[in-house]
């Protein structure tokens, strides 16, 4: 069975300092993958998608970034936060085209 | 571009009580729609959805939800809520010819049912 893990669970981070949050799916193969961010009252924000390796779609301008290095791996980043990348960080797959989304658990993050 | 609207932010209910979430979609072709729930402290619970074929769906937890393509709304129902039922519900679309599956959603509405 398909499985996807989310790490870490909780991170506090101070302004400035670099981010890696990591996604990877089990169980598929050539997965579509997706960061989201939801934020208290606005909701599910979509920030990155790739529907292959190395391919990467943002949606919004803002301090981070994506990267899929292997098929199964999705990776959020940035090199400096702001405080305003406070959020909780959604990861999620699909096998392709249009469909329900199985998320992971999140990342709750906290700019100090 | 696609968009999601949903009309309630904030609804409170006691319980036994009906339930009517409102969503409307923007989009000018064919969609697939969902509806999810976020449990206290849970992960993100497929509801239902709607592909094709009966614009009634039926989903988990005696949900259902009533897709009317002249009005642009998907919204869910429920006859009789219980003080479980206490969850952020977020509709989503995406467009069926899409390769690339994304999925846009409503700003969400907390839904808060006093026993």
């Known amino acids: 069975s398909q499985t996807i893990h989310q790490w870490p669970a909780t991170l506090v981070q101070p302004v400035g300092s670099p981010l890696s949050l990591e996604c990877t799916v089990e169980g598929t193969s050539n997965p579509n993958l997706y960061w989201y961010r939801q934020a208290a009252g606005r909701g599910l924000q979509l920030l990155f998608y790739?529907?292959?390796?190395?391919?990467i779609s943002s949606e919004v301008p803002q301090n981070l970034s994506a990267s899929r290095p292997q098929d199964r791996q999705f990776i959020l980043s940035s090199k400096k936060l702001l405080l305003s990348d406070s959020g909780f960080y959604l990861c999620a797959w699909t096998q392709g085209g249009a469909g329900g989304y199985t998320f992971g658990s999140g990342t709750r993050l906290t700019v100090v | 571009a696609q968009s999601v609207s949903q009309h309630n932010h904030h609804v409170i209910l006691s319980e036994a009580a009906s339930l009517e979430l409102g969503c409307n979609y923007s989009?000018?072709?064919?969609?697939?729609l969902f509806w999810y729930v976020q449990y206290p402290g849970q992960h993100l619970q497929l509801l239902l959805k709607y592909f094709s074929g009966d614009p009634l769906v039926k989903g988990i937890k005696g949900f259902e939800a009533e897709f009317i393509k002249s009005k642009f709304s998907f919204n869910l129902r429920k006859p009789s809520v219980q003080w479980s039922d206490t969850a952020e519900y977020f509709c989503?679309?995406?467009?069926?010819?899409?390769?690339?599956?994304?999925?846009?959603f409503g700003q969400g509405t907390t839904l808060q049912v006093k026993p």
């Open positions: 790739s529907v292959g390796i190395g391919q």
């Open positions: 989009y000018g072709g064919t969609v697939n």
């Open positions: 989503a679309v995406n467009a069926r010819s899409s390769n690339t599956g994304k999925l846009i």
